[in-house]
């Protein structure tokens, strides 16, 4: 495993993400406890030094899973993560009894990373309220070590995170963005990075691979990758873009059975990054498949928790992408038609209660309806 150091300490460059742990029947509140655990019991095997979990991941279930199977294991022997979720702005008078909560179920009296999570313009202001009191809370956390390091999660614009920064910067040790060759001029993440770079702040990545898309490249993009790096996985593409990133420190990647852990252990067992030739042509590719107009899900399935619907909506995302991307075809159609009436496009009523919690920022409802128009459904 290659290490890499963060003030004092070394963190393991590769940290299990447990928004995507392994489920049972599809359903994403409820955690196959059993391949979890052991899940987390190779990644320690292996090296795995840094466990990222939230609130709001697995619908509340992750940070319990995170602490009934890590706390077998002496507390110094892994570094924890979780985060205050902002992403909905009901929770902003909350952050005390949140927090005690949340020692609570991860079983642990303190976190090692606690994060301001989402950053973006649906929040900047609540974030910035003093009447919330949610940095005052979280320094005087700090100051008791019950917080060790202090840091933020962002997918807003460059305004947003710059306002951030101007206001609560100095007190930031590292930031969360999401970074992957195809982001990194669709999302702006090259831009991002360079902000934080300059702020001299350490980069944590999330959605390394995209929710798993990028592991699944187009044929053109794999022919060109096996023709540079013949013994590369596509996976290792999007680990090896990252390495060459300076200042990312951390690379957080949700993992959802063995064989991604094991694959992707076996990839962070060196360090191979791109070259300029190399990370110049892999995001030109990615420039080629984005202009095609694909939305940037990442299946964080946050928004599933605020539908009244109760819509799939990443599954109906990953249709519509599909679908546009091809230019058509049958597929979508054929797999929103096998799906119960009540799940389709054609039944989101435009509340709009998803996009207050969506990071990616997707206008979902004008999604759901140009895709019902399209496929008929």
């Known amino acids: 495993m290659i290490y890499r150091s963060f003030q004092d ?25 059993a391949k ?14 840094y466990y990222d979990t939230a609130w709001g991941y697995h619908n509340g ?21 979780s985060k205050f979720p902002g992403y909905d702005n009901s929770n902003m008078p909350k952050v005390r009894e949140i927090f005690e909560k949340q020692l609570e179920k991860c079983q642990t009296p303190y976190f090692d990373f606690y994060l301001f ?6 929040n900047i202001d609540d974030y910035l309220n003093p009447d919330f009191g949610i940095l005052d809370y979280l320094l005087e956390q700090k100051r008791n070590g019950r917080i060790r390091h202090l840091g933020f999660s962002a997918h807003g614009d460059l305004n947003v995170i710059q306002r951030f920064l101007d206001a609560y910067g100095e007190h930031m040790e590292f930031c969360q963005l999401q970074v992957n060759y195809m982001d990194w001029h669709f999302q702006n993440a ?29 044929e053109k993009m794999k022919s ?4 540079m790096r013949p ?6 593409w999007a680990f090896r873009f990252l390495q060459a990133i300076p200042g990312v420190t951390m690379v957080l990647s949700g993992m959802s059975n063995m064989e991604q852990l094991k694959e992707n252990i076996a990839i962070w067992s060196e360090d191979k990054p791109l070259n300029k030739d190399e990370f110049k042509r892999i995001v030109a590719l990615a420039d080629e498949e984005t202009k095609k107009g694909g939305l940037p899900c990442t299946a964080c399935h946050y928004c599933t928790s605020h539908c009244p619907q109760e819509l799939p909506i990443p599954d109906l995302i990953a249709l519509y992408n599909e679908h ?34 969506c990071p990616q920022q997707i206008m979902i409802s004008e999604m759901m309806k140009e895709f019902s128009e399209m496929i008929g459904m």
């Open 9 to 33: 300490i070394k963190l393991s460059g590769l940290g299990l993400g447990m928004m995507r742990l392994p489920v049972i029947d599809g359903n994403d509140s409820q955690i196959d406890e």
């Open 36 to 49: 979890a655990a052991e899940m987390i019991d190779l990644a320690m095997k292996s090296g795995i030094n």
């Open 61 to 81: 279930n992750s940070e319990l899973t995170a602490g009934r199977f890590l706390s077998k294991y002496p507390r110094e022997s892994y570094y924890l993560a």
């Open 117 to 122: 999570h989402n950053v973006y313009e649906g």
């Open 190 to 218: 090259q831009a991002k990075v360079e902000l934080i770079q300059k702020h001299n702040i350490p980069v944590w990545v999330m959605e390394p691979v995209r929710g798993g898309k990028l592991a699944d490249a187009t």
């Open 224 to 227: 060109i990758m096996r023709s």
């Open 231 to 236: 013994d590369e996985s596509v996976p290792a």
């Open 324 to 357: 546009k991307i091809t230019g058509g075809g049958f597929l979508a159609p054929m797999a929103v038609g096998s799906m119960s009436e009540n799940q389709r496009p054609s039944n989101c009523i435009g509340c709009r209660s998803c996009e207050q919690v």
